[in-house]
């Protein structure tokens, strides 16, 4: 719904690409002229009835939702006034804008309201900066200005008509119509006004009629609805009656008043199909009920002479009436009949020439005086009065013009016997009571000439006859009827949007302002009226409980036009009737719904377990795609919004690992510096090894110091030994002095010596002890950072297997949900589909219906079934039955070609018995056609030289029989034939060589060969059985068996026919397939070069295997054979055809070598067929 226009148009010396958005305008500013796109439309709303000639357009629509019938097209409006609409000034955009300037973007009002950022506006604003298109907020182009879309809210029924195109039949439901007839102006009746209007009667008299009435009115009142309803075609209405007792309840329903179909009052009922009218049926209704009201008018019908009414023409003319002057006063007497018609103008009455005085009896020359003043009106007139004048005793007669007065057409009367022409009453009345010139019911009479033959003895009459066209019926449409519209159907523009549930509040453009909102629980309500729960981004598609929210659309429905039938056809009334009913269209299926594809939602994870730098971010796949190939595919792994810079509880494993670090010590050989925040396994290794190098470098270490300590005892060793050697002196000079001990000041001298030795030493180990130590512990634990780590994996991994989980399910959720959409759309489309299709094969069905009903209808006011023509279609009918059997007896004569001979005179002689004419010429043709039947009958009798029906089947029965034994015979010979060569094929191979190289090769030709004999055998067995079978026909015709015993002998031979022909194809695949291994052996195993390298070129083995090779070839043309005597389509030989080359190839191959190809040549020629 958001409309998203990019007008790519760079401000200078830069193309404006085209605006095709049609809910956008644009104006441009700083001009004196408003420029506005070409393919932008205004959002102005012109005054529809400022069109030229408006109404003639919008009657030729209404009689389109009427049925068309009438219509040859209805076009659109083309010619306005000048000043109806904004028009002045509109030009194409220019193609560049120079900087600085200003386009204002504004909305289609009528269906369109514009929202910046979520707010109503007018008009947004565009300016050229820099090359680029900056609006008021200061964004790009259009950014942050959407057109959102107004929505029709209608009653219910809306969708059902807008699905199908015809959204006008909802609207055209709710108008009043009024019905009226013209009769045009009558000069002799001026005080009587043309127009009689179609009346309601007033139910709440319940001695009045339910009948509707026609009343002579100055103005006629709103009477009706014209309402398509769910059951109906949308050609059928419920006429739903308006009237001041009641507006809704009651309906119009065709029935019979009499004799005549017309219109009554009864409660609604759509269920009841005659309360579904065409519209197009109204004038014909109309014209019965004039009929009606006419045939109690004024219409006199006296001794010689025949007056119709004010609205009458003549239908009829009884001959017993006009000229022999006998009327109604017995009851088998025939009588002249007036029709309702629309006379414009009536005429005066002209004299004719028949002169008959009615005072005698006797009338001289009657015959030719009829016959010499025939009596004609001109076109467009009818005759309205026929009359002997007393005083002149001539006749008169008057024509005058009628109204849609149709074609004419011309008949003639039965044709009835004369006993005498002369003067003689007795002799001439019999023949005048039986003429009768006579329209028929919807037709007036023209004119009529009597003929006659007095050798013949017969006369008849020749008339004219008019179609009626009827009355011109009016069926207007006048105004609304309010009371069918809910106050809050209309157009609903978005208003604001409701911060509380994001959708927009939509209000009704009319004066009642009623709104439609959303609810917090998923509703769209129209005050108390609500939909079900069923959310949705806006209300299109919403069905209320007394509303239907629908896309705003053009009124575009498509209304055929039936057109006007071609009365000037030559064919007469039939044809044009027919051309009246076009065969209906087939209609276009309705639009496939668009479905919602599945696009799977890819699971997100949280963003810890991601932190992986480049490990997580994508994952690349290879699965095989819809062609069975290799299909790699990267997907990138994304976090999940919620997780993203979301702090960490102390306790969460991965904060742990996050939080557990240290530094890569220098002692350790690693650089020194502090460890990363969130470790990975490359940094846990770097934090292992730095323990390990640390524990290396101590132990460097410690083996220094024990060889320092080696050394020192080593060094004390020796200055033991040293100080050890010196004696101790005694300086006692006085006899008491001292004693002096070497060797003790030397120990002493030595430990001094090994303590300035060793306390660097220690100093320095002490001070890297206490080095390593520290780095120790300011260095990274790999036990804590190995742990935590772990414990943040395991974490990552419930994290992605709950995310996954709740993942599959919300996919689960939605691709349920879009397939019962889908299906939902589905079933709705086809649903409709069906509907449309079973609509259109119902109106054919109907149409066919028509069409075979006018036919037998036209059959039916042109054939009466008279004695004559009884009596020669029974006993013509007769006949032909005879002469069937007649004709098989003379095809088995010797007179065959004489019976020949009679039929080809009577196919190329014989009457053609057409449905034109009247009664009499087709009966005379008839009679005709029974003489020429009669005389063939008596050639194939006589052809027949007296053999009867039974002779001639049994006759045909032998010959059959005959041809059958005959075909038989040669079937036996045929499979005896191939016996023979069975016999000798398998006496030859007793005296083949025997070979290790050709086992498999006799192996398989024996299998051939013993299935070919079991078929052999079958087939035989057929054969016998077709014998016994005829066997059984012969003794059934010498009466020597039952007929029982024939048709168990035949069921028989016909069952093993058929198991035959079942095994026959089974039995051409193997011994085909064996045939193609044969071939296949000779060839892999080489077994003619391996024969020749054995025995030479005449090889014995090589000859051998090649007429064995030949034997099973010539073994298949048996059941090729059986496959052509079954009738049966023939086998694919193409396997034999390429085993064979291969044998022949392969043979040819081996003689090669020898040097005689040609006679590889010539003994490979058996293999050809």
Known sequence: HNVQLRA??????????????????????????????????????????????????????????????????????????????????????????????????????????????????????????????????????????????????????????RKRKEQELYYFNKLAFQVYSELGSVSETSNILPKYCLTTPNRRRAYLSNRFNLENKEACPEIMSMEVVGSADPEDRLMRVMASDNTNGDCMQVGKNG?????????????????????????????????????????????????????????????????????????????????????????????????????????????????????????????????????????????????????????????????????????????????????????????????????????????????????????EPSTTIESRFHSAEGLFCPKFRDLTTGRYRYENTAASGETLTFQEDGRWCIGNSCSKKIGGENPIGAILEQFEVANVTDFDGEFEAKGVPDMSAGSGGLAAQLKLLKPPKRPAQPPKPKLQDFKAEQPKYSEECLDYEDLWKKVIETTKGEDDEPVTE?????????????????????????????????????????????????????????????????????????????????????????????????????????????????????????????????????????????????????????????????????????????????????????????????????????????????????????????????????????????????????????????????????????????????????QLLESTGNLTSKAQRAGEFQSQVVSLYQSLQSSGDGVSKAEVVAKQVAREVEKLQHDLHKQQQVLGVYRHQSRKAKEDAKSWKSSEAAVTLDHLWWKIRNKLDQHLDEAEEEVARYRATFKHLQEYEGCKTGLKDLFGSYAKSMKRMRKNHHKLHSLWRETSNLIGELASVIQDGDLFGKFLADEGCDSTLAMQTLKQAAVAFQGMSLLVHRFEVAGMKKPDISTLKMAAQVVKDSYAKALDSCGSYSAAKMNATSLRH
């Open 8 to 161: 790519q148009a760079m401000c200078v010396k830069l193309l404006t690409s085209y605006m095709t958005v049609s809910e956008i305008k644009l104006t441009l500013q700083g001009s004196s002229l408003t420029e506005t796109g070409s393919a932008v439309t205004s959002g102005f709303s012109p005054d529809p009835f400022s069109f030229i000639h408006i109404h003639l357009y919008q009657q030729c629509d209404a009689l389109l939702l009427m049925g068309g019938v009438g219509v040859e097209h209805c076009s659109r409006p083309l010619y306005r006034k000048s000043d109806s609409h904004v028009w002045m000034g509109k030009t194409p955009l220019p193609e560049s804008f120079a900087h600085g300037r200003q386009l204002t973007a504004s909305c289609w009002r009528e269906r369109f309201t514009a929202f910046r950022s979520g707010v109503k506006t007018s008009a947004e604003t565009l300016q050229c900066i820099n090359g680029e298109w900056i609006n008021s907020l200061k964004k790009k182009e259009l950014d942050g200005f959407s057109c959102e879309s107004c929505v029709t809210v209608a009653g219910s029924g809306f969708q059902k008509f």
């Open 259 to 475: 004799n005549f179909p017309s219109l009554f009052r009864y409660p609604c009922d759509q269920d009841k199909s005659e309360q579904l009218i065409n519209p197009m049926a109204l004038p014909s209704l109309i014209w019965s009920m004039h009929q009606q009201f006419e045939s109690s008018a004024q219409h006199v019908h006296l001794a010689y002479s025949s007056f119709c009414g004010a609205h009458g023409a003549l239908s009829s003319l009884a001959f017993q009436q006009i000229f022999a002057g006998e009327s109604r006063r017995r009851t088998n007497r025939k009588i002249s009949e007036c029709h309702f018609a629309p006379v414009i103008r009536f005429g005066t009455f002209v004299a004719t020439g028949i002169i008959y005085d009615k005072t005698n009896g006797d009338w001289p020359n009657w015959n030719t005086l009829l016959a010499d003043n025939p009596v004609l009106c001109p076109p467009g007139e009818a005759l309205t009065g026929f009359k002997l004048e007393s005083g002149s005793n001539k006749y008169m007669f008057e024509c005058s013009r009628i109204g849609g007065l149709g074609i004419r057409y011309e008949y003639f009367s039965a044709q009835v016997e004369v006993t005498k022409f002369d003067h003689v009453r007795n002799n001439w009345l019999g023949a005048i009571r039986m003429l009768k010139v006579d329209c028929g019911e919807n037709a007036l009479l023209s004119g009529f000439h009597f003929e006659f033959s007095e050798g013949g003895r017969w006369a008849r009459s020749k008339y004219t006859c008019s179609k009626a066209g009827g009355a011109p019926v009016v069926m």
């Open 634 to 910: 990267e997907a990138k792994l994304e976090a999940d919004e919620g997780t993203v810079d979301e702090e960490l509880v102390d306790y969460h494993p991965c904060a742990v690992a996050a939080g557990a670090g240290g530094v890569f010590g220098k002692i350790a050989g690693q650089s020194g510096k502090l460890a990363p925040e969130n470790m990975l396994y490359s940094d846990w290794n770097e934090c292992m090894q730095g323990d390990i190098n640390r524990d290396l470098y101590v132990a460097h270490w410690d083996f220094a110091g024990a060889l320092h300590g080696i050394f020192t005892d080593l060094v004390e060793k020796i200055a033991g030994m040293v100080c050890s050697l010196p004696p101790d002196l005694e300086i006692a000079p006085l006899g008491a002095g001292i004693q002096v001990q070497p060797g003790k000041h030397c120990d002493k001298f030595s430990m001094l010596a090994t303590f300035l030795g060793e306390f660097p030493y220690d100093f320095m180990e002490a001070a890297n002890s206490y080095a390593v130590e520290n780095e120790g512990f300011m260095a990274c634990n790999p036990f804590q950072v190995g742990f935590s780590r772990i414990f943040c994996d395991i974490h990552c991994v419930r994290d992605a297997v709950i995310r996954g989980d709740r993942t599959i399910i919300r996919n689960l959720e939605k691709a349920t949900k879009i397939s019962n959409d889908n299906m939902k759309k589905m079933v709705e489309w086809s649903t409709e589909a069906n509907r449309v299709e079973t609509e259109y094969l119902d109106k054919k069905i109907d149409h066919s219906l028509k069409v075979t009903t006018l036919h037998l209808q036209t059959i039916l006011a042109h054939v009466e079934p008279k004695e004559q023509l009884l009596s020669v279609a029974s006993s013509t009918e007769a006949m032909l039955q005879e002469m069937q059997g007649l004709a098989q007896a003379a095809s088995s004569g010797p007179r065959k070609r004489l019976a020949s001979s009679a039929l080809k005179r009577f196919l190329d002689s014989a």
